[in-house]
Nanobody, 124 residues
């Protein structure tokens, strides 16, 4: 079975940076899109970024210019570099692997496998 595990979350001050990582095991995921979502208390899960198997990235407007998604297909790992963090970025961040038919998935139902999440807290 596919397993995804996020790491790298923590507490930072406004303007700081964090780098999240998501490692996959159980099967080869180098041929599918990967994504990051986040969920804050009382809010629905929100799309953050996605990256194609070839490295083409797409970002939510709220993080564009501040976050960078990347992947290492050999290691089956996806990263999210988060710079210029704001208090509104505070959330649990989830890594996800898309279905094989998804090209640039931005909806949660386009993803087949999910990690358990890592907490990111940005102090105001």
């Amino acid at each position: 079975q596919v397993q995804l595990a996020e790491s790298g979350g923590g507490l930072v001050q406004t303007g700081g940076s964090l780098r999240l990582a998501c490692s996959a095991s159980g099967r080869t995921l180098g041929s599918v899109a990967m994504g990051w979502f986040r969920q804050a208390p009382g809010k629905e899960r929100e799309f953050v970024a996605t990256i194609s198997p070839k490295g083409t990235a797409y970002y939510a407007d709220s993080v564009k210019g501040r976050f960078t998604i990347s992947r290492d297909n050999t290691a089956v790992t996806v990263y999210l570099q988060m710079n210029s963090l704001k208090p509104e970025d505070t959330a649990v961040y989830y890594c996800a692997a898309a279905t094989v038919w998804a090209n640039s998935p931005v909806e949660s139902d386009e993803y087949e496998h999910w990690g358990q999440g890592t907490q990111v807290t940005v102090a105001s």
